[in-house]
């Protein structure tokens, strides 16, 4: 599993202040701990802060670097952003994220290919979110196309069937279940599938509970990353044992243990 | 028409692994051996880069070996009852290493203590060059008044120690920690132990790199193809990435080869099956090289025929893999 670390989100006060103080220190601290914990890149977003967000997200991004050299992956829907933060920042990178709509992929295809980046596809085009699991499918399968006439490695592409928060769309799990299913036969090696698996429980309650039982339903049917928090612990030992469940792990007694010393940054 | 790469991409590589120092290194040994590296399932080159030459240790012991089988004790005579003309022998048969096994500390066997133990080190390591394994008699409380001394008699040599248990582990560890040796640990044919021990060194300080997996070991015939899978299992999950599986893998041959009724029974007793000095050597060599299939960085073996055999089927191997 490839975990991206969701906690350097301006969403949450704390990383806010930070960055619209320029508060270096709470940055390093969260980027170590989350590869600690075991993330094996970070998502960065600069949320509602004040100020420019190109210069936000490039402070944000830079002081991140300082701290590890995990990949990074930028995580703003501004092209703007995506155009300057990118061909600038050092070390692996990830944009996060692109629509499936040709025009969207016909700019961010060249910016991930020429800068080595990864590039997180969203199964959304001009029409909005996919209603049902076949349209996600679909969705997915053109980005992989257009990737692949990129040149875009298949290893640096992850699809996104977009999960929605489960009060407000309460038949959406079960249609990205289908959908991860569907996609994780479609090629093989296998694409690479990843939710942002805080988006389910936004407003709910019982909101670990709720992302850590998706999760490993969203294991079983082929999810091979996630962005979200390491440092919830219960959240973890689910993610590692549903791996030891499915056979991508041997079995030891101090299974926790054993799969907390392969996380490495930037290892997948 | 083109056919499909099968060829797989693998993670990770099984670690390096070095035993022995040179007086440069601190030691006295004439040379070192490094095993592992290997970066694809056993010699299958087109996958990546096959790794170092597996290594054969000839299996000495400080005492008891009389009851060896006849056809071993025709080959080393009076040797056996010295330690540092055994090691001496061993090296005139070109083995890459001698694997000293303390069984005359073994309380049934002789009952040595420490002191004759470290004695019996300190003599192996002034009669040869080689680098040397010492692995004790195998009864935990018994392991853990000798081995410590003995690992302070080889301190600066870089040895493999050996066995670390599950069960019993935290003597040696600290013995080796403390003398700068390699650790063997054992598991009994089980690949989720063989994982645990690994973690439970790890825990109290002792690098996962300095590790080797000693999975238990059986003969051709007597549950080979279950090490064998349990080697394999082992060797796909340390090239996929998983650090507690990526170490070197040591198979117990000798011992195990020579218990066989195959090769211990005279000709009255199997009559049919061939001369008796020739089925000794024969079901250790052939369980010698069908482990270097399962990934044996080395080999621990006792008839020179088997020893010669090994060493001539890993140079065939190693060869055609460049």
């Known amino acids: ?20 103080e320029r508060d270096k220190s709470v940055i390093h601290e969260l980027a170590r701990s989350q590869v600690a914990a075991g993330a094996n890149a970070l998502d960065l977003n600069v949320g509602p802060s ?81 209603a049902d699991a076949e349209k996600r499918v679909e969705l997915g399968v053109q980005i992989m196309g257009k990737a692949m ?18 009060n407000v769309a309460p038949a959406q799990p079960a249609n990205v279940l289908k959908a991860l299913a569907q996609l994780v036969v479609f090629s093989d090696p296998p694409p690479r599938l990843v939710i942002g698996l805080s988006n389910l429980s936004q407003n709910c309650t019982h909101r670990n509970l709720i992302n850590r039982i998706f999760l490993v339903m969203a294991q079983s049917a082929g999810l091979s990353a996630a962005i979200l928090d390491p440092l919830d612990e219960e959240l973890m030992n689910a993610l590692i044992t549903a791996e030891i469940l499915l056979g991508k792990a041997i079995y030891c007694d101090g299974f926790l243990e054993a799969y907390r010393m392969r996380s490495q940054p930037g290892k997948s | 028409m083109e056919s499909t790469d099968t060829a797989q991409k693998w993670a990770s590589a099984v670690n390096h692994l070095t035993i022995g120092a040179t007086a440069a290194q601190g030691g006295t040994r004439t040379k070192t051996v ?3 590296g290997a970066k694809c399932v056993p010699w299958l080159a087109y996958e990546g880069d096959v790794g170092c030459r597996p290594v054969v240790a000839l ?14 004790r025709a080959q080393y005579g009076g ?30 066997m002789g009952n040595r203590g420490a002191d004759e133990a470290a004695a019996a080190v300190r003599s192996v390591l002034a009669a040869t060059g080689l680098p040397l394994i010492v692995l004790g008699c195998g009864i935990d409380e018994k392991d853990n008044e000798i081995l410590p001394k003995c690992c302070e008699a080889a301190r600066g ?39 645990q021990v690994n973690i439970l060194a790890h825990d109290i300080g002792y690098p996962l790199e300095n590790l080797v997996i000693f999975p238990t070991t059986a003969a051709m015939g007597y549950g080979f193809e279950y090490v064998y899978s349990i080697m394999e299992r082992g060797r796909l999950a340390g090239l996929g990435g998983d650090p507690l599986l990526r170490q070197p893998v040591l198979c117990d041959v000798g011992f195990e080869a020579w218990r066989a009724k195959e090769a211990q029974a005279s000709e009255a007793e199997l009559p049919g099956y061939g001369p008796a000095s020739e089925r000794g050597p024969l079901w250790e060599t052939i369980t010698a090289t069908n482990y270097l299939q399962a990934g044996a960085d080395i080999l621990v073996l006792r008839h020179p025929v088997a020893v010669a055999q090994a060493k001539e089927a890993i140079e065939t191997l190693h060869g055609a893999a460049k």
């Open chain 1, 1 to 20: 599993m490839y975990i991206v670390g969701e906690c350097l989100n301006g969403m949450f006060k704390r990383v806010r202040q930070a960055i619209e």
């Open chain 1, 50 to 130: 004040i100020g420019d967000p190109v210069t936000n997200m490039t402070w944000l991004a830079e002081t991140a670097r300082e701290a590890t050299d995990a990949p990074l992956w930028i995580d703003s829907p501004r092209w703007s952003v995506q155009k300057e933060v990118i061909p600038r920042l050092s070390g692996p990178k990830g944009i996060n994220s692109t629509k499936a709509d040709e025009s969207a992929l016909d700019k961010y295809l060249p910016l991930a290919v020429e800068n080595g980046a990864a590039l997180v596809g969203l199964t959304i085009d001009q029409k909005g979110v996919p």
């Open chain 1, 149 to 166: 006439e990129a040149g875009l490695s298949s290893e640096l592409l992850f699809i996104d069937p977009i999960i929605l928060p489960v």
């Open chain 2, 34 to 36: 490094t095993v592992g």
């Open chain 2, 59 to 72: 299996e000495i012991w400080d005492s008891g070996a009389d009851n060896w089988p006849q056809e071993l």
């Open chain 2, 79 to 108: 040797a056996m009852n010295d330690p540092a003309a055994w090691a001496r022998k061993g090296e005139e048969l070109g083995a890459d290493l001698i694997c000293l096994k303390l069984m005359g500390t073994h309380p049934e």
């Open chain 2, 157 to 195: 040599e870089n040895c493999l120690f050996g066995m670390i248990r599950q069960k019993n582990y935290r003597t040696l560890v600290a013995a080796s920690l403390a003398d700068g040796h390699k650790v063997l640990a054992e598991s009994p044919l089980d690949i989720n132990i063989a994982k």
